[in-house]
């Protein structure tokens, strides 16, 4: 909570939702950046959600719907407890599995055949009844996380209904597709697709960009509401198969569009897009 009220002190915003996901907006992670679209991992354990950004964004409640695994009390503890309880109850299946074959072998070696038949009625009825628990678990699972789906495709149609802010997110996202040359990977043309969890067909310099020029849709959306201006840290630009001259394409609209933006470039090459200021780290970050 400190973390929160501080970032709302540095940058004056005070909607939650927002300052839950902020870091998301202005940083791109060497490894995570580059493949994450809308919702993952930023860095560590820290998240970001489209669907919870918007909502700040928009003024929207989406506590208000009945049950996410979000703010649905005790969900992940139950969602855990379920399925170690079908791990537990697996594992005894397999050690009844085990004690019987045990027994069939004592029973051979000491030919005590009239126990058999009453061990085996035993055993087999006790299996019968594992399974059968087994199967009501995987029920109840399998039903929580229907309910799971049906209640996100709540809250996507929700935020995608008249929402002013999934419009401009897009409408940024699919300027710089179009000048970057990846507007054919937008399958989905209307402003979902920002909401979109599809990401066959992007892979390499594809994925980089477009998880950049969403990210870019990111920091606008910061500007035009708040009148801020983030820094934008980003780590190895030439990452994930990415050419000198796909590079220098995303420098040039960050020289163009963001260049009263703090630009904070973690790399191995130069880049003469950008003017920059070249903190040269070759002999470590903290020397004599």
């Known amino acids: 909570m400190q973390e929160k009220q501080l970032l709302s002190a540095i940058f004056g915003i005070e909607e939650i939702l927002v300052l839950n996901n902020l870091l998301a907006v202005f940083y791109i992670d060497q490894e995570k950046g580059w493949t994450m679209l809308n919702i993952g991992k930023i860095i ?59 027994i069939e072998k004592e029973i051979i070696e000491k030919n005590i055949l009239f126990f058999l038949e009453y061990i085996l009625d035993n055993l087999e009825n006790q299996i019968a009844d594992m399974n059968i628990y087994i199967n009501s678990v995987d029920k109840i699972i ?13 809250i996507k149609d929700e935020l995608s209904f008249n929402n002013q802010q999934l419009v401009e997110f897009y409408d940024i996202i699919n300027k710089y597709a179009i000048e970057l040359g990846i507007k054919q990977y937008i399958k989905n043309d209307t402003p979902s697709f920002v909401l979109t969890s599809k990401l066959k067909g992007f892979s390499g ?18 500007d035009n509401k708040y009148g801020i201006k983030l820094p934008i840290i980003i780590d190895s630009p030439r990452t994930n198969e990415l050419s000198e001259s796909s590079t220098d394409d995303m420098m040039k609209i960050l020289k163009r569009d963001f260049s009263e933006h703090q630009i904070i470039l973690a790399s191995i090459d130069k880049t003469d897009i950008l003017e920059c200021n070249i903190v040269d780290l070759n002999n470590g970050l903290i020397r004599n």
């Open 44 to 102: 560590g354990n820290i998240r970001f959600n489209i669907e919870e950004y918007i909502a700040g964004l928009s003024g929207k409640d989406i506590c208000s719907y009945e049950v996410t695994k979000d703010n649905l009390i005790n969900y992940n503890n139950n969602q855990e407890l379920l399925e170690l309880k079908r791990k537990n109850l697996k594992i005894e299946l397999e050690e009844i599995n085990i004690e019987l074959k045990k």
């Open 142 to 154: 399998n039903q929580l996380n229907n309910k799971r789906k049906k209640i996100n495709q709540k």
């Open 205 to 222: 310099r594809i994925l980089a960009q477009m998880a950049y020029i969403f990210k870019l849709a990111y920091l606008k959306s910061i």
